[in-house]
């Protein structure tokens, strides 16, 4: 079976400086694979590199992206285009600011649906209030005429949901779609994001630094730090029984009710490369503690 | 899921009324000037009540009506030929008034198409376009409008293409700004990834966030093409022959401004609150469109 999405040694330069240093993964069809890492290590500029959003002092300096068994990296402008937003799609990170502000809601799905799917105006607009039904919003027609700034940020998230499911894509790839939102909202969105996933048989590379979202939803995941991958695999073995430093020191990080949590201790960049010319086979705290 | 909780809107009021509400006083005291400009212009021939060319040389220079002196059939007086003042400033709204829409329209029009296509491409194309604007906004409109009348002759023509072909910078420059600022901004990013070409990216969804710049743009563009005219036909390269404008009816009360001011501050008069009504509609408008206002 041939993986839906595959990542080759992918490098990634910000003029001198490195942001991806060779990252591998992988994502099988309807697999739920997490992303994790902090802040910097990486994991946004491996999103937007998929997406052909690097920003214009970024280039990819190695490495493949496929998709499907094509390359993202070498395909036509126009080609890559019709691949996104119907096979590849996004869940922003921010829903309070990634619609557009000055078109109603109707009018931004039904966009999507006529760009990729070619329907006629009103089916696109039938299609949108059903896409609608699907995320859990009452009376879509009426919030269909409704302008962004008109509905609450959990329900823009939604809307946003249901456009990145709106074309059966094979791919998702959620950009932290959690952290712009409260709690209680927080929960609502990953359920939704796990039944229309289920619905619409996507695989969903889901970038977070919430161990407790991977935890929820992902089968597998990916551990990126500094530009590197640094253990991968089933979330319940990383999660029980972490090989490397720095996903436990990331572990223990993670606050939680039944114990006070640590605060995240930085791993020298140093260290980073001495661990991974050691070929992983440095697992001990210790050492961490000892740089 | 039975826990997903199914969220309800309250009905939000009016977007209309909301909007006149954000535009204020400005909104209405710009719009009723503008109306009256508006209106003075297409129904001159039944607001004036003379013919602006008719000279009638034994009432010639009359005082306002209320003033001493003058006469109830001549409300605002006549100049020095005897014309209808009143009739002859309401005919000079319908040459301000063309001037004004064809100029600007054309103006937006053309500093649009080039903004956009700078702020989106950047690059050599950017750079291209900026240097041009610097170089067109060094030159003065009415230095270039008084060459355009020795080439292809005077008349509303020249004044209008002087105006356009100076103008455009100042609708290419904002357009082009606010186009980079906008396409960075998250909805754009994400209108993107959803496969938009660029030019179906620019027209869906970048150019209605730049309706309420624009609004305003215009609006001021208007109040400007509005004085150039008058700077032209107060030189007399405007509008051929005795068609009325302002511009020539303060050109020719100069001339007896101590006998007869009010030929002359009459039109000024005009200018002005014509120039401050536009202002006003246009930033009444902005505030009324502008989705940053928006809660």
């Known amino acids: 079976m041939t993986a839906t999405f595959t990542v080759e040694g992918l490098k990634v330069a910000i003029g001198a400086a490195n942001v991806l240093r060779g990252v591998s993964l992988e994502v099988q069809p309807g697999e739920v694979r997490g992303l994790v890492g902090e802040s910097g290590a990486g994991k946004s500029m491996l999103g937007r590199a998929v997406l052909g959003l690097l920003p214009a002092n970024a280039a990819v300096t190695a490495g493949r992206i496929a998709f499907e068994g094509r390359d993202l990296l070498a395909m036509a402008e126009a080609e890559r285009r019709r691949l996104l937003g119907r096979r590849i799609a996004l869940i922003p990170q921010d829903p309070m600011t990634s619609l557009n502000p000055v078109k109603r809601i109707g009018a931004q799905i039904g966009n999507l649906l006529r760009h990729h799917l070619d329907l006629s105006k009103r089916t696109a607009l039938a299609r949108a209030a059903e896409l609608l039904t699907e995320v859990a919003i009452r009376e879509p027609e009426r919030v269909l005429a409704l302008y962004p700034h008109e509905i609450s940020g959990g329900m823009r998230q939604r809307v946003l949901i249901a456009m990145a499911f709106a074309c059966d894509p094979a791919l998702v790839i959620a950009d932290e779609p959690t952290t712009a939102l409260d709690v209680t909202v927080q929960r609502q969105v990953l359920q939704l994001v796990e039944r229309l996933r289920l619905r619409h048989g996507s695989a969903v590379l889901f970038v977070t630094h919430d161990l407790g979202v991977v935890a929820k939803i992902c089968r597998s995941m990916t551990v990126l730090h500094a530009g590197r991958v640094l253990e991968e695999g089933e979330t319940a073995n990383v999660l029980t029984r972490p090989r490397h430093a720095y996903t436990r020191a990331l572990l223990a990080a993670t606050p939680r009710a039944d114990r006070p949590a640590e605060a995240l201790r930085p791993v020298p960049p140093a260290l980073i490369e001495q661990l991974w010319s050691e070929a992983h086979r440095l697992d001990d705290v210790a050492a961490v503690d000892a740089a | ?295």
Not at chain 2, 2 to 23: C, Q, Y
Not at chain 2, 82 to 104: D, F, K, N, P, Q
Not at chain 2, 248 to 262: C, D, H, K, L, T
Not at chain 2, 268 to 276: L, M, R
């Open chain 2, 1 to 295: 899921m039975a826990d997903i909780a199914v969220t309800s809107i309250a009905t939000p009021p009016s977007r209309l009324l909301a909007g006149l509400k954000r535009g204020g006083p400005r909104l209405w005291l710009g719009a009723a000037l503008v109306a009256l400009l508006v209106l003075a212009a297409i129904f001159a021939p039944l607001l004036a009540p003379h013919d602006p060319l008719e000279q009638d040389l034994m009432s010639a220079q009359l005082p306002p009506a209320w003033m001493t002196g003058g006469e109830p059939a001549y409300l605002l007086g006549t100049d020095s030929l005897g014309r209808c003042v009143l009739s002859r400033l309401i005919y000079s709204a319908r040459t301000a008034v063309m001037v004004a829409l064809i100029a600007a329209t054309l103006a937006a029009a053309i500093g649009v198409a080039l903004g956009l296509l700078a702020g989106s491409f950047g690059g050599w194309v950017d750079q291209f376009i900026s240097r041009l604007i610097d170089v067109w906004m060094a030159f003065p409109p009415v230095l270039l409008s008084i060459v355009l009348a020795a080439v292809i002759g005077a008349g509303l023509t020249s004044v209008i293409a002087a105006i356009v072909v100076v103008d455009w910078t100042r609708f290419a420059r904002v357009i082009r700004a606010e186009t980079m600022v906008q396409l960075t901004r998250d909805y754009a990013a994400a209108a993107r990834v959803i496969g938009l070409s660029r030019v179906k990216l620019l027209r869906l969804e970048i150019l209605p966030n730049l309706v309420p710049l624009l609004v305003t743009l215009l609006a001021v563009e208007m109040g400007i093409a509005i004085l150039v005219e008058v700077i032209l036909s107060f030189v007399g390269i405007s509008v051929a022959g005795d068609t009325p404008t302002w511009g020539s009816m303060i050109a020719e009360g100069r001339q007896i401004v101590y006998q007869a001011p009010w030929i002359m501050a009459l039109p000024i008069v005009c200018i002005i609150t014509s120039v401050i009504g536009l202002n006003l509609f246009g930033d009444g408008l902005r505030h009324a469109l502008d989705p940053v206002q928006r809660s």
